[in-house]
């Protein structure tokens, strides 16, 4: 029985994994198009979203997705959304 769940959940962690990559790109789209409208944060709120954004994309890139969505969420989540 415990094998079966560990099992279990192995596997649904693998089809997970592509679903975390396919959104890392989205939420770069969504931060980036938040940045183009110039949004009413402090100085030092944007250039922890630029610091945020860019390692989110880092991790993206080293297939680190789960990570990268963290990194990509805080940064949303700082200008407030």
């Known amino acids: 029985m415990r094998k079966s769940l560990i099992l279990a959940a192995a596997l649904f962690g693998l089809a997970a994994a592509p679903a975390w990559a396919n959104s890392c790109p989205r939420h770069m789209a969504d931060i980036d198009a938040a940045l183009a409208k110039s949004p009413a944060v402090s100085a030092q709120t ?26 990509l969420t805080r940064a949303k989540a700082l200008l407030g959304g």
């Open 46 to 71: 944007l250039e922890e979203v630029k610091r945020l954004r860019a390692e989110g994309e880092r991790l993206h890139v080293a297939g680190k997705h789960a990570e990268s969505v963290e990194a």
